[in-house]
């Protein structure tokens, strides 16, 4: 199976994020809200698992991996990320260690590292497994928690450790994580008992002001909180000639209307390559670790010696942004629509980003952040022009087609306050 630029330029007959749950449950603007001021739960049960054991599960990790193992205690995770021998990311995603031969890998990833698996003698065995998971996140989390499983021992929880909980019953694993950049628990367990854990944190969370989070606002907590996203910020890196076998996998899983990813934007982009990035340009540089051999890793040592491109925050200009809208009330061509609060289409929206006649950077993630009352993207942009305060200019549009420009200003990434290690004790 083969694909190009042009034909990922044609959109899904689906909204991508209904994976999440329902679009919307209360409305999108007070859902957005959760995480800064209370808090939410949120279903990303849709996510892969696969299951390694065996003496040799964690040299394999290693051996496909960018991160260090070299300390890995059980009941730690870790985001781990794959990269192809130019140091370009093929899938991540969080590996968990339940035993010295235990190991829980949640993403994309699982389908690379059971494909090297079948490749190689490792002793390891691996399968699919089908567990919920739920992000409880905000200010309010911890006190949720601790009302529906009667658990006093949460706020002692380490940063991407795991602690066990019971609810209604049943125990279950709290993964302290906070994808929302707040203080938050991502709970795990066996699928079977998944809704009836989901409606008894709803219910004890009605106090706290829960609110369930839905699938149109879901992603505006990665843009605020930078955290980019596989398909949004950047394509996986499988579509080179030496991928193609990795390929036929990995598409003969997902569903029969479904491609691996989708191109928009005002970026012309002629090989899909242009739209993979690397650890360094997604704001990973501290999880690349050169104790060890690994896939691109004579690329990324030097890379992050002397890297070409960061990510950043865009803050785009009000009234430019208001023109977009006001272009579908003006007689003529009309600029491409802004979904509000972003793209729901799964599109990696990427928009061309220059300095005068330059291009320094691609956008993408564009969504509105009604907390800050702003429009906001990630950037990977020309180290020169990283800067916060620098004035750049995104072009809206599509190539060959209107394009607006609108003034933006660098800002950092994250754009809002990183307080996942936040003191437990104080929340």
């Known amino acids: ?245 990795y390929l036929d996998v990995f598409t003969s899983s997902m569903p029969s209307f479904a491609q691996p990813a989708y191109i928009a934007g005002s970026y012309d982009g002629r090989a899909i390559s242009e739209y993979y990035r690397s650890p360094v340009e997604l704001g990973w540089a501290r999880n690349i670790n050169f104790d060890h051999d690994f896939l691109g890793r004579a690329a990324l040592e030097e890379e992050k010696a002397n890297p070409r491109r960061v990510i950043r925050t865009l803050v785009w200009d009000a009234d430019d942004v208001q023109d977009v809208f006001a272009s579908l009330f003006r007689p003529g061509e009309n600029y491409p629509y802004m979904e509000m609060p972003r793209d729901q289409r799964g599109f990696m929206w990427a928009d061309k980003v220059t300095a005068g006649d330059d291009l320094v950077g691609i956008a993408t993630s564009r969504g509105y952040s009604y907390y800050y009352r702003q429009m906001l993207s990630l950037s990977t942009i020309d180290v020169a022009h990283s800067e916060p305060g620098t004035e750049l200019t995104v072009h809206w549009g599509r190539p060959g087609g209107p394009q607006k420009p609108i003034r933006a200003t660098v800002a950092p990434a994250p754009y809002k306050p990183d307080r996942r290690r936040s003191d437990l004790h104080t929340a």
């Open 1 to 245: 199976m083969t694909f190009t630029v042009d034909e990922m330029r044609t959109a899904p007959e689906v909204y991508a994020w209904s994976r999440f749950g329902q679009q919307e449950y209360t409305d999108w603007l007070d859902e957005s809200m959760s995480w800064k001021q209370t808090c939410y739960i949120g279903d990303w049960s849709f996510l892969w698992q696969h299951r390694f054991t065996g003496p040799d599960a964690l040299r394999l990790f290693s051996d496909i991996s960018v991160n260090s193992f070299a300390k890995f205690d059980h009941g730690q995770s870790k985001h781990v990320i794959h990269t192809n021998n130019d140091g370009k990311v093929i899938h991540e995603g969080v590996l968990t260690k339940f035993g010295d031969d235990d190991f829980m890998l949640h993403g994309r990833g699982g389908f690379w590292a059971s494909y090297q698996l079948g490749r190689t003698d490792y002793d390891v065995k691996v399968q699919q497994e089908d567990w919920f998971i739920y992000q409880v996140s905000g200010p309010n989390s911890v006190k949720v928690l601790e009302k529906v499983s009667g658990e006093s021992g949460l706020r002692d929880t380490g940063f991407m450790r795991l602690h066990p909980i019971t609810i209604g019953g049943y125990k279950i694993w709290a993964l302290r994580q906070g994808m929302s950049g707040e203080i938050g628990f991502e709970l795990q367990g066996p699928k079977e008992y998944g809704q009836e854990i989901y409606d008894l944190i709803v219910e004890a969370g009605q106090e706290f002001g829960i609110r369930k989070l839905g699938g149109r606002v879901a992603m505006i907590n990665h843009l605020e909180a930078c955290f980019p996203t596989i398909a949004t910020d950047y394509i996986p890196a499988i579509f080179d000639e030496d991928m193609a076998e």
